[in-house]
């Protein structure tokens, strides 16, 4: 097992997706398979989901795997080695059951690996305004430390 430190939050950038619309996209930048361990649902997991506003309330807040967590991820340039990737579907709108499926991840990963420090990855680059929250949306979440 990888010696995981960090949990690096992030979004989708699209206000619909699921975890095999992103592999599909990672796919077709060339990697292997997506980038993220982790992919958070938000309702609407098609384009015409979102289109006629027919959204899967069944899949809002839906934790789904991505990349297994024994392997490097690709989510942050210089940082993959030692973090676990989550990407929440969204550009800058989440839904409270996307925030509380997070909540409960990220305890349920600091409970099995260990004390994990949670970043936002635009904390780890600046030309990022991924994930479009503010920390204190993730609560009891120390800030990153410079």
């Not at 992103?22 to 990697?31: E, F, K, M």
């Not at 990349?67 to 973090?83: E, L, T």
């Not at 994930?131 to 120390?142: A, G, H, K, Q």
Request: positive net charge; hydrophobic residues 35%.
């Amino acid at each position: 097992m990888r010696a995981l430190k960090k949990i690096f939050v992030h979004c989708s950038a699209g206000k619909w997706g699921d975890v095999g619309y992103i592999d599909r996209v990672h796919r077709g930048r060339g990697w292997d398979s997506i980038g993220y361990h982790f992919v958070i649902e938000n309702g609407y997991p098609t384009y015409n989901s979102l289109r006629y506003h027919k959204p899967l309330i069944e899949r809002d807040g839906l934790v789904c795997k991505g990349r297994d967590v024994a392997i490097q991820g690709a989510h942050v340039k210089h940082h993959n080695a030692d973090s676990i990737g989550i990407c929440l579907i969204g550009i800058d709108i989440f839904t409270s059951s996307q925030i509380k499926a997070l909540h409960v991840l990220i305890s349920t990963l600091q409970s099995i690996y260990g004390p994990l420090e949670v970043c936002l990855h635009n904390e780890y680059d600046n030309k990022k305004t991924c994930p479009n929250l503010s920390r204190d949306v993730i609560i009891d979440v120390p800030a990153h430390k410079s």
